[in-house]
């Protein structure tokens, strides 16, 4: 199961029985960029969500899509603009964006970027 929005890079990797569970691991470890590309790693995934880490070569981005459920980006590493229902939103380590469920979106990495994605499955 991907995180359920449209963008298409967000298929992961681990089944719903987390490899992660019960574990300390870091996202740095879990995750290498790609040169030119974008990489994906499930970490979570089940009925009430999913967490899934991501990582963007500079210049890559996402175009504008909606996910069914909110969402919350943590930014670990780099930066990336996201714009969000028209703003835009400057992300760099440290920093959170919600994004609401049903409401257009993107991002570029405007650095080599790494993030977390939270999806929240309202039931």
Known sequence: MGC?????????QAPKESDFSGKVFS?????????GGIVSRSILD???????LFTF??????????APFDALVAALEGEAEFTVGGVRH????????????N???SMKAEK???MMLI????Q
Request: with cysteine; aromatic share 4%; proline share 7%.
């Open 119 to 122: 999806m929240i499955r309202n």
């Open 4 to 12: 359920g929005c449209e963008c298409g890079h967000c298929g992961g």
């Open 112 to 114: 080599r970027f790494r």
């Open 27 to 35: 996202p740095v470890e879990v995750l290498d960029y790609q040169e």
């Open 46 to 52: 089940g009925d009430g969500g999913s967490v899934t």
């Open 90 to 101: 400057r992300l760099s380590p440290g920093l959170m964006l919600v994004m609401p469920a």
């Open 103 to 105: 409401v257009p979106h």
């Open 57 to 66: 070569d500079a210049g890559q981005s996402l175009s504008e899509h909606k």
